[in-house]
């Protein structure tokens, strides 16, 4: 992983997925955690007001190797399991778009 010493390597305006990228790829020294500063509140993301709590079962297995990619890539597993849905229904919605052969 390429280390990131000062805040200004960190690529700003990021999409979800850019971002993800990026910090598969990268990760946060000491050095950058010694210069950060608190973020202002017009710094702060907007708070999604529009999510909905639902309940998915997954077998025990598949929970365990979910949890585990997510530690992988440094992100909580349910962050990841979004990650995943939206992907893919992307690529349904993508194909579904597409002309016909």
């Known amino acids: 992983m390429k280390p990131v010493k000062p805040a200004h390597e960190v690529p700003q305006n990021m999409s979800d997925e850019q971002s993800a990228e990026f910090w598969d790829a990268h990760e946060i020294t000491e050095n950058f955690l010694a210069h950060a500063r608190p973020l202002e509140g017009s710094d702060m993301p907007p708070v999604r007001t529009d999510a909905k709590t639902i309940t998915v079962r997954f077998d025990t297995d598949t929970l365990v190797r979910l949890q585990a990619l997510a530690r992988q890539k440094h992100k909580g597993y349910q962050t990841l399991l979004k990650q995943f ?11 579904q778009s597409a002309p016909p052969p």
């Open 85 to 95: 849905v939206l992907e893919r229904l992307y690529e349904e919605e993508k194909k």
